[in-house]
């Protein structure tokens, strides 16, 4: 029989997050039960939660950054048992069957991927996501969270984590490339730690150097304010490589003449409006301009190894259920350092 968990939803695009329950389903041969321990908070909540990235089914529970404790598996099952430390992502299914999926790149799964919450599940019934006291997910999109992090801190790997880490990888982030981190927030801390960790030079760009300190500290070798212009003229055509990791309007063609000949712009950060770009801002240096999802669920796996390996986890701060609605506008603020993590004990009191 299904089970009934407490939850924190969003009723309408205008209403605040309130507490509520949601039906998870039987656990089948092949699924995974978690208890979710910590849920982080990511900008695609808010976005997605306030309508600002199309049609939602209400009321929807968000929340695709899960860390938690195996508490039950399906017949099937072989990768997990009862007790192991996993974690969750963005997608929770996808065809298996395409091109995409077949070369184990389901996140962009030809027929679209499943997503963890908000999606279209294989019943037809509306994908509910972490801010919630469990989940059932088949074991395939499940991941293993090494004992070397945190259960608090490993949560918002599963987005902020794989969204910054597979374009580093994908673009070759290492030795002897110069790498500009756009934005020092939930996405972008992790971009710095991870760039330097992999043995680039790093720069983050950001609109101030109020941040500076906690930049250095994570593995920033450089700091500019983009708010002072002579930062675009002394930087000019610098950079291998740029991950703009913001979800606001930036001047595009600003950013692009940053960087050097081949070097290519990447977009992790998805702003609602749409943003121009003029072609002669790529021509002249044979600049690429692009975007990047997030990892395969193999991928993630090895961002969590890697972290592990360096001693890596995000910046959080762990708030209670109650603390969201407030948590949500301090995002939208940019007053945190530098992810919330909602400890989803405090579900139990609604």
């Known amino acids: 029989m299904p089970t009934t968990v407490n939850a924190y939803a969003a009723t309408a695009a205008d209403r605040p997050l309130a507490p509520s329950t949601i039906e998870r389903r039987d656990v089948g041969p092949r699924d995974v039960r978690i208890d979710i321990k910590f849920a982080g ?56 069957k395409c ?6 790149l389901e996140q962009y799964c030809l027929e679209g991927n499943i997503q963890t919450y908000g999606g279209v599940d294989r019943d037809g019934s509306t994908t509910q996501g972490g801010y919630s006291q469990q ?28 969204t ?12 002897g490339k110069k790498v500009a981190v756009v934005g020092m927030g939930g996405l972008g801390h992790m971009a710095v730690k991870l760039a330097h960790a992999m043995g680039a030079e790093v720069t983050v760009l950001s609109q101030s150097l109020k941040k500076q300190e906690d930049g250095v500290r994570l593995g920033a070798d450089h700091y ?26 930036i001047d ?47 991928e993630t796996q090895e961002m969590l190894d890697f972290c592990a390996e360096h001693g890596l986890g995000a910046e959080i701060e762990v708030i209670g259920a109650e603390q ?18 909602i400890d989803t004990s405090t579900l139990a009191n609604n």
Not at 62 to 75: K, N, P, T
Not at 165 to 175: N, Q, T
Not at 281 to 293: D, E, V, W
């Open 41 to 96: 908070v990511c900008h695609s909540d808010i976005h997605t939660a306030r309508g600002e990235w199309g049609d939602v089914a209400y009321p929807l529970v968000v929340g695709h950054e899960i860390a938690g404790v195996v508490a039950e598996v399906g017949s099937e099952v072989t990768r997990y048992a009862v007790g192991d430390r996993v974690g969750v992502g963005c997608m929770v299914n996808s065809c298996g």
């Open 99 to 104: 091109v995409q999926c077949l070369k184990g």
């Open 135 to 162: 989940v059932v997910v088949t074991e395939t999109f499940v991941v293993r969270i090494p004992d070397g992090i945190e259960l608090d801190a490993a949560a918002p790997l599963l987005c902020a984590g794989i």
């Open 164 to 175: 910054t880490y597979s374009p580093l990888r994908h673009w070759g982030a290492g030795p």
């Open 224 to 249: 500019f304010a983009t708010s002072d212009p002579e930062t675009f003229t002394d930087l000019a055509s610098s950079f291998d490589l740029i991950v703009n990791t913001v979800s606001a309007a």
């Open 252 to 298: 595009l063609n600003a950013y692009l003449s940053l960087l050097a000949i081949d070097g290519t712009m990447v977009n992790v950060g998805a702003p609602p409006q749409p943003l121009p770009v003029q072609i002669f801002s790529l021509i002249p240096f044979r600049r690429s301009f692009a975007g990047s999802a997030i990892g395969s669920i193999a």
């Open 324 to 341: 969201i609605n407030e948590a949500w506008e301090r995002v939208l603020a940019s007053d945190i350092r530098y992810r919330f993590v």
